[in-house]
């Protein structure tokens, strides 16, 4: 049993990005899979797919590296809000990774979105990673 599963997630993500892998397996969850729609969109991550046959169902994410020089688009990965100290910001506190160049993920009453996003809709919430 997993105390931290979005820990675990970035964990998986973050050994497998190290280690060059293409693909990796991590157990899925609706945040898990709301995590990986973001980083899909916001170009961290070249695809996903979500097998939902088996229990727990399993997501599978190939990574993004640069066709040449092979290096990750993934470079950092960084867990904020824990289970022992979570961290809430509101809209006019929301933080910004590499000044804009990162992304951070927000758990806001109106979803998981970006930091971006959620300025944009003047929204806080728990501040789950930072992502660059």
């Known amino acids: 049993m997993v105390t931290d599963p979005i820990a675990d997630y970035l964990t998986r993500v973050r050994n497998a990005v190290m280690a060059n892998h293409r693909i990796v397996e991590i157990p899925s969850s609706n945040m898990k899979k709301e995590i990986t729609k973001i980083l899909f969109d916001k170009g961290y991550i070249l695809n996903y797919k979500f ?3 088996t229990i727990p169902g399993i997501i599978k994410i190939a990574l993004k590296y640069h066709p040449i020089s092979k ?4 470079s950092k990965l960084e867990r904020v809000s824990k289970p022992g100290l979570r961290r809430y910001v509101g809209a006019d506190e929301l933080p910004r990774v590499l000044n804009g160049l990162g992304i951070a993920i927000l ?9 971006k996003e959620a300025r944009t809709l003047q929204i806080g919430g728990e501040v789950l990673c930072y992502i660059s």
């Open 51 to 53: 097998e939902d046959e």
């Open 107 to 115: 758990s806001t009453n109106r979803g998981l979105m970006t930091d």
């Open 71 to 74: 290096v990750p688009a993934i």
